[in-house]
């Protein structure tokens, strides 16, 4: 999980977007002390994805460096719900649903955090017990005008939809936990920097004291665009090898750097060759290859990922249609878009109907295959007295289908 040769000045600079208010000053502090550094999670269930990874490795450097680890869960943010990237309100999580979440976060997480390293804490304990006195104190320390500097918020201005006082209070809440526990520095993705930024104005108001601030990058996702479980582009933590390496196949060569530099623990030096090597011309693919390889051993194993790599030379690179297909029963289906969310429940509607469109759907009857295009479509299940036995969706899915 860790890499023994870790050294400060690799922690604060590879995977790092931004260090505020410096990385000179951080550097220093940790050259002299053991500092208190914390990472904050709402435990909303989500599927955790090599998106996510970025920060929790990130985290794991500086536990791997002895300083002072904290995984902070919001079991008192959560009830708010961080309104960061989304366009309405969330909706409130019981007690229940917020701990049965955080396990199914815990079981992800483990697959990048040694958990012995790091001390588990929950902002409920402080939040929960705010008194009227302290929330009036807290609000006093910023303005709405500051608060409502928030791109998410200003979208929703100006398109009509309500901002809940509740979630203009998240931020603050957030920096509250940077005093109680008065950390030296928190990190965060970039989408985060906000509130962040507002623990430093709290850390400096209520100890006196400066508080750092780490954002790492947002990565993009297999099509280009932000990694996110909306486009259907992600790599889930929990992916199995072959879908793993799969995935990571189809990233645009421009992103395979990025992902060794942010992913692996391969030296800068290995990467750096490979960087001048795509630029004076030398083919990406083997590169993407490596690149597949070394994420799909990290998560699994030496010989999945030897597998992984064998069956996708032999179904991608090879056209040939594995054996041992998952099976699907498609007897009450009516239309193409039912039929591949049958096969495929993880994926929104609206990456169905995309893959659909633009062609990376195949129905096999027998040795003849169409490929449709109208999403509404009704399902052929026959074909010249030939029935539907298998579908292919994108390069490397097969099915087999009973009707």
């Known amino acids: ?14 995977g790092v977007a931004e260090v505020l208010p410096g990385t000179d000053t ?17 435990p909303t269930g989500s599927l955790l994805t090599l998106g996510h990874s970025v920060v929790l490795r990130k985290l794991q450097q500086f536990a791997e460096l ?19 990237g989304k366009d309405s309100t969330r909706p409130e999580l019981t007690n229940e649903q917020i701990e049965e979440n955080f396990k199914t976060w815990k079981e992800q997480a483990s697959k990048v955090l040694d958990f012995s390293k790091i001390e588990i804490k929950h902002n409920g304990d402080w939040l929960d017990k705010l008194n009227y006195s302290d929330i009036v104190k807290l609000m006093a320390k910023t303005t709405v005008q500051q608060l409502m500097e928030r791109d998410m918020f200003q979208e929703r201005l100006k398109a009509g939809r309500p901002i809940h006082g509740h979630e203009i209070m998240y931020p603050l809440l957030q920096g509250y936990d940077s005093v109680v526990m008065d950390v ?23 100890n ?19 990694m996110s479980k909306s486009y259907g582009n992600f790599i889930a933590l929990t992916e199995n090898p072959t879908d793993m390496y799969g995935k990571l196949m189809s990233v645009a060569d421009g ?13 800068n030096n290995e990467i750096s060759q490979m960087a001048q090597a795509i630029e004076a011309g030398q083919n990406p693919m083997e590169f993407k290859k490596r690149l597949a390889f070394t994420i799909t051993e990290m998560y699994h194993s030496t010989e999945d990922a030897t597998i992984a790599a064998e069956h996708f030379k032999a179904t991608v690179q090879q056209g040939h249609i594995p054996d041992d297909l998952p099976e699907v029963s498609l007897a009450t289906i009516g239309n193409i878009l039912e039929a591949i969310k049958a096969c495929m429940p993880d994926q929104s509607n609206s990456n169905i109907r995309r ?15 169409v490929k449709p295009n109208d999403p509404l479509a009704d ?10 036995d298998t579908i292919r969706v994108g390069k490397r899915n097969y099915f087999t289908i009973t009707l």
Not at 186 to 205: A, P, V, Y
Not at 355 to 369: P, R
């Open 26 to 42: 951080l550097a220093k502090l940790m050259g002299e002390k053991k500092i208190r550094v914390y990472l904050g999670i709402d």
């Open 379 to 388: 399902l052929q299940k026959n074909r010249d007295g030939v029935a539907l």
């Open 1 to 14: 999980m860790g890499n023994t040769q870790l050294t400060i000045d690799q922690v604060l600079s590879r």
């Open 208 to 226: 006196n004291r400066e508080k750092w601030v780490l954002s790492t990058p947002i990565i993009n996702g297999t099509d280009g665009r932000k």
């Open 184 to 206: 030296d520095l928190e990190i965060g993705g970039s989408d985060q920097t906000f509130n962040m930024l507002m623990g430093r104005t709290l850390q400096r108001q209520y």
């Open 255 to 267: 992103m395979i750097i990025e992902y060794f530099q942010v992913l692996t623990n391969l030296t």
């Open 66 to 84: 002895g300083h002072e680890v904290i995984l902070l869960i919001g079991n008192g943010t959560v009830k708010i719900g961080d309104p960061t």
């Open 355 to 369: 893959l659909i469109e633009q062609g990376a759907v195949e129905l096999y009857f027998g040795e003849a295959s």
